[in-house]
């Protein structure tokens, strides 16, 4: 479920360059019996199984004792939901440790004691907690100062203003008579850059209001 992503483009391009380590650990690892097993019934009763907390906490204790994390991170739907904001706050971060919920979930005596931050990439339900992880470190990784080949092109992104960008063009300017805007072809940089921004603006007015409302979350 990782290495696809992680070998590829950005993430693949940030780990060569040395910008950010990736490590996989497999829960599995640290089980406790003979099967292997990580998961096991709720107490009380009811459908799914539910993550133990030994293995995990054998898990998070050994990988501790070689490094010191920032942040242990867990992801489930429940949790604090994405923004560029909070990808922002952790791109600044050395060390984060992301916990892939699985199953039912985990051990509450894990969340209470353990984690120390619970994010959700949005309001729907996953298998599990795998692809959530690629989401956040993909949206974390790739504004690593030096990451992006452009720097500023991070900082133009939708999102990084509370605006959604604007729209974009490539050649030909007229493709059966779909032309580009004459203004993108004027060369006048000034004018340019304004058309952008009230692009930039108009285009978040009319597809995501909310998003003029919320605070400037950078670091
Ligand atoms: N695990 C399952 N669904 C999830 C979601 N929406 N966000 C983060 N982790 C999840």
């Known amino acids: 479920m990782f290495e696809g992503p992680f070998s590829h483009s950005i993430l693949k391009r ?10 996989l650990h497999n829960i599995r690892d640290w089980s406790v019996n003979k099967h292997k097993s990580v998961d096991d019934y709720p107490y009380g009763g009811g459908a799914g199984m539910v993550m133990m907390i030994e293995p995990v906490v054998r898990c998070i204790e050994e990988l501790r004792s070689k490094t010191s ?33 699985h199953y039912k979930g985990i051990d509450e005596r894990i969340r209470i004691h353990f984690i120390t931050r619970e994010i959700s990439i949005g309001d729907y339900v996953l ?19 030096g990451v992006l080949n452009d720097e500023t092109s991070a900082l133009s992104d939708s999102y990084q203003d509370n605006l959604l960008s604007p ?8 493709f059966r008579g779909l032309k580009v805007p004459d203004i993108l072809l004027s060369g ?17 007015i009319r597809r995501r209001p909310g998003l003029l409302d919320e605070g400037h979350e950078s670091p």
């Open 127 to 145: 298998s599990g907690g795998e692809m959530a992880a690629v989401v956040l470190t993909d949206a974390v990784v790739r504004i690593i100062p």
């Open 14 to 23: 940030a780990q060569a360059k040395g910008h950010a380590v990736i490590r």
């Open 69 to 101: 994390y920032d942040e242990l991170i867990y992801l489930s739907p429940d949790g604090e939901l994405l923004t560029q904001g909070i990808a922002n706050q952790l791109s600044t971060k050395q060390n984060l440790l992301i916990l892939c919920g």
């Open 167 to 174: 729209p974009v063009y490539t050649r030909p300017a007229d």
């Open 188 to 204: 006048n940089d000034r004018e340019i850059a304004k058309w952008r921004y009230e692009e930039s603006v108009e285009r978040t």
